[in-house]
């Protein structure tokens, strides 16, 4: 199979990374967490007390370095902020809170959507994010769109969180998967938009067993 670029958009917590990291898995191919990116900026805005100093933090971005590390220890990518390893932090809910802001200021977007251009330019990857089918390539080969009930996305969500040991309750994430639906979709900027190519999958009923079966129909077409 000639190497593609598979786009996978949503909303959050619908799975998103756990699928695009099976079917990179599965192809031998990147995967690339565009969130993960969108995360370590506003991190970095965080430690700066930058997220509403638009201005400043904007005058800042050529300062902002960040890469993806390969620890082949825990066989996965971690997302690195100026040299520093922060795949934890970035996932706490005080950096999700303040991701939407930091996300619709058209300037970080620049950026970050010219690096993931950059990092798809050879293909092979599985690219998940809120436009990636939409903005940053266009013209991917397999688009998919995810979506699941919120309900189903508000357990996950818990289910993960507190695995990791942060004390938050179901209302808290209810709120904030709510509201960052609303300002993903309602943002001037690449607002998350279904790409009229894309393939929906909506998993809040579906095994990842199940979804690898839906993935391997899907890519019968490239074969
Ligand atoms: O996928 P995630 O929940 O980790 O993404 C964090 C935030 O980043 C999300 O609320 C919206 C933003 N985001 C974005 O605007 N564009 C992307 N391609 C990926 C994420």
Redesign the pocket.
């Known amino acids: 199979m000639e190497k593609i670029i598979i786009a996978i958009?949503g909303y959050?917590?619908c799975g998103?990374?756990t699928f695009a990291k099976a079917v990179a898995a599965k192809l031998g191919y990147i995967f690339i967490?565009?969130?993960?990116?969108?995360?370590a900026v506003t991190l970095y805005a965080m430690r700066g007390g930058m997220v509403e100093d638009r201005e400043r933090l904007v005058a800042a971005l050529p300062e902002v370095r960040i890469e993806f590390r390969f620890d082949p220890a825990a066989g996965r990518s971690d997302v690195y902020l100026n040299g520093e390893n922060v795949e934890t932090e970035i996932r706490r809910i005080d950096v999700?809170e303040r991701?939407?802001t930091v996300?619709s200021i058209p300037e970080v977007?620049a950026k970050?959507v010219a690096m993931q251009q950059e990092m798809g330019r050879a293909k092979g990857v599985v690219m998940?994010?809120?436009?990636?089918g939409t903005v940053?390539f266009p013209g991917a080969e397999l688009k998919i769109f995810m979506t699941a009930d919120p309900e189903v996305r508000a357990e996950r969500r818990y289910r993960e969180l507190t695995a990791k040991g942060e004390r938050v309750s179901m209302e808290e994430i209810e709120r904030n998967i709510r509201e960052?639906d609303r300002?993903?979709e309602t943002r001037a900027v690449?607002p998350?938009r279904r790409a009229a190519d894309a393939v929906v999958l909506d998993n809040s009923r579906m095994t990842v067993a199940e979804q690898m079966a839906w993935i391997d129909r899907q890519l019968e077409r490239f074969a």
Request: hydrophobic share 25%.
């Open positions: 958009d959050s917590s998103k990374s967490d565009t969130g993960a990116m969108y995360r999700s991701v939407s996300s977007r970050l998940d994010g809120r436009d990636i940053v960052r300002q993903d690449s998350l």
